[in-house]
């Protein structure tokens, strides 16, 4: 599992955040991955992954959400399996507070996007606007997230576990879980496909004429658009111009991905 593999990278995102490493005597154990029967085809693509004999099978039970729920259930005892996924930052037993991003080099998207996958949201809210988020327990993970997204997009979260449950909820809103869920979801990636499906529908949301976007009530010029495209970098940007860097990151986006048009060559 070389973890600078966009899809095994994925794979270890989505075991940290949905998995169960569970060992006994004699060096016996088992990785665990059970999920909603519909996401089957994503646990038959971890088992191609994987280079040692695994098993998928389904259930139906009872859960505090629904009389019936079908799940999938993917199980690999082997131990050479076990060992490498351990040491590359996957916990035994109860690890929702413990988890952190692995150890060396990763391909931190594809990562991140696993984690996602597994314990976060993307879609639209009640009132239709865009939103991509991440519950998790884990210190390391909810502030790993916080310092990805604001390299990514230049917006900035202060972490705070929520009173009711002791847990973060990092939350993206309007162009900016845009932006994230663009750079996320990739044409191609490993990924849920509902969860795919909903991070390419977010790009179709405009705002509104009359809804203000905040922080921004200074307008862009040509001017400065030529000044941002030849930096090319939101801090440099945000010195020269006066802005912040998350208007500049946002800008800067925005005309590359055709979203406001270039300036002109004058």
Request: overall charge positive.
């Amino acid at each position: 599992m070389d973890l600078t593999v966009p899809e095994y990278a994925y794979m270890f995102g989505f075991l940290q955040a949905d998995g169960h490493l569970s060992q006994q005597s004699r060096q016996r154990g088992r990785l665990t991955v059970e999920i909603s029967a519909r996401d089957i085809d994503l646990l038959r693509k971890f088992q191609k992954l994987t280079p040692y004999n695994s098993s998928i099978t389904e259930r139906t039970r009872s859960t505090t959400f629904a009389e019936t729920h079908r799940s999938a259930i993917w199980s690999l005892c082997s131990l050479e399996a076990r060992v490498r996924l351990n040491e590359l930052g996957l916990p035994y037993g109860r690890k929702s507070k413990t988890i952190s991003p692995p150890h060396g080099e990763f391909s931190r998207r594809d990562y991140l996007r696993g984690v996602i996958d597994a314990d976060g949201s993307v879609g639209h809210t009640s009132k239709g606007f865009p939103f991509i988020s991440l519950t998790t327990a884990s210190t390391a993970i909810g502030a790993y997230l916080a310092d990805y997204a604001k390299e990514i997009t230049g917006a900035e979260r202060a972490i705070k576990r929520n009173a009711r449950d002791d847990i973060y909820n990092v939350l993206y809103t309007m162009e900016v879980a845009q932006h994230l869920a663009a750079h996320l979801y990739q044409p191609g990636c490993l990924a849920l496909e509902r969860k795919r499906m909903a991070a390419d529908s977010l790009a179709t949301w405009v705002r509104p004429a009359n809804m203000r976007a905040a922080h921004t009530r200074r307008r862009w010029t040509e001017h400065e658009d030529r000044i941002l495209l030849e930096l090319n970098r939101a801090k440099p940007a945000a010195e020269t111009l006066g802005r912040t860097v998350q208007s500049c990151n946002l800008r800067l986006w925005r005309l590359r991905t055709g979203q406001v048009p270039m300036p002109s060559d004058q």
